[in-house]
């Protein structure tokens, strides 16, 4: 854990089921850079991460608000 207080977070990555395909959490990045999975019931053992289409977007460049690349 780092020494700054957990003020506000925000998800980064889907969890997925790797046997359903259905979401079971999420993992949240904190302001002090920590993450942290918040599972939407019991913790499932077999998942896959998928980044959130926001961070998908910005290792693009793309501009969410405009739909476009901003650094093409």
Same mark, same amino acid.
């Given at each position: 854990?780092?020494?700054?207080? @957990? =003020? &506000?977070? @925000? ?7 790797? *046997? ?7 993992t949240y990045e904190w !302001? !002090? ?6 599972? =939407?019931?019991? @913790?499932?053992? !077999?998942v896959r991460s998928e980044?959130?289409? *926001?961070?998908?977007? *910005?290792? =693009?460049? =793309?501009?969410? &608000?405009?739909?476009?690349?901003? !650094?093409?």
């Amino acid at each position: 854990m780092k020494k700054e207080p @957990r =003020l &506000s977070a @925000r998800p980064v990555a889907r969890l997925i089921c790797a *046997e359903t395909e259905m979401t079971v959490g999420y993992t949240y990045e904190w !302001n !002090n850079g920590d993450r942290q999975p918040a599972w =939407l019931g019991p @913790r499932v053992k !077999n998942v896959r991460s998928e980044p959130m289409a *926001e961070m998908q977007n *910005e290792q =693009l460049g =793309l501009d969410p &608000s405009a739909g476009k690349y901003v !650094n093409a």
